[in-house]
C-alpha cells in the first residue's frame, strides 16, 4: 500500500477536494483505495456519507478512536467504512476529533505512531491510502505524515506569499525524523483559472522556484468538481467525460508513477 498525505495549513486550497475526486479515478483504474480523513471538519467524509450521518457518528466509529486513550484497546473494526463505490473505503472524521487536533505535536510519545501503526495494519487490504489533513500543522496533520510514505501540497496560484509553504516545508523535514520514507512528492497546483492573469504568474513562479517538485499535472477551477461533490460522487462517476474527470485520472497517473519511480530507486539504493 502506499500512502498519500495532502496537506498545507491554509484551507480552501483543494485538499478535501482532491483526496475526494482521486478516489474515484483510483477505484476506477482497479485499485483499492482507503480514505483517511484526519480533518475534524469531516468534508472528505461528509463528500461520501452525507452530514447528518457523519456528525452523529459515535467516536470509535471514527479516526478519533485512534488518538483516545480510553479506547486504546477497542477494537478498530468499526473504523472503516465502505462507501456506495466499489473499491472505496473511509475512516471518517466528525467534531470529536478536534480536542485531538492539538497545536503543539510533542516530538516524543507514542501517540505520534497511532496512524502509522493502524495503517500497517490495513497494507494488505489497500492498494493505496489517502490522507486528508486540516488546514494547520497540528498534531492530525504530524502524525498524517509520520505514516505517509509521499506529501502532496495543494497550492492555489494566488500571492499569500512563500511563508505558509515554507512552515509546511519545515515540517516535513521534522517528520522525516521519525519517519524516515516520508518524502515531498510536490506542488499540486489546484484551483487555477486559467483566465486570470495572476494565476498564470503564480504558476510560472512557483514552477521556477522548485523546478520539478511542483506536479504537471494543474487542478482547474471547474464547477464540474463542486458539482459532483455535492452529488457525492467523485466526478470520475458522476461524469466520467468531463475534463475534470480526464484532469483528475492524468493527476492519478502522475503521482503514482512518481511514486513508483522513487520506490524503484530506494529499492536499488
Ligand atoms: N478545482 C476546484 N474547482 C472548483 N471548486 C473547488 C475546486 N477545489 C475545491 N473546490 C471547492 O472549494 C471549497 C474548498 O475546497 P476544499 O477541497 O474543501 O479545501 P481544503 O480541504 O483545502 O480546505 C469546496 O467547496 C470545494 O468544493
Ligand atoms: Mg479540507
Known sequence: MITFCLINQKGGCGKSSTCFHLSGALATSGMNVLLVDLDPQGSLSQGFLGPALVEQMPLIETIALLFDENSFFTGRDGLVHSTSF???????????????????????????????????EQKERFDVCLIDCPPNLYRCSWTAMVAADEVIIPVPPEDFGTQGLRAVHQSILYARQLNHRLHRLGHLISRRDQRLVIHRKYEQSLRNQYGEMVLETVIPETSAFKVALTCRKPVEYHDPHSAAAQITRQLANEILTLAARRQSKRRVA
Do not use: D
Not at 471518517?92 to 500497517?120: K, S
Open 86 to 120: 466499489e473499491r472505496i473505503s473511509l475512516c471518517p472524521a466528525n467534531q470529536l476529533l478536534a480536542p485531538f487536533n492539538t497545536p503543539q505535536p510533542e516530538l516524543t510519545g507514542q501517540f505520534q505512531y497511532v496512524v502509522r501503526e493502524f495503517l500497517n
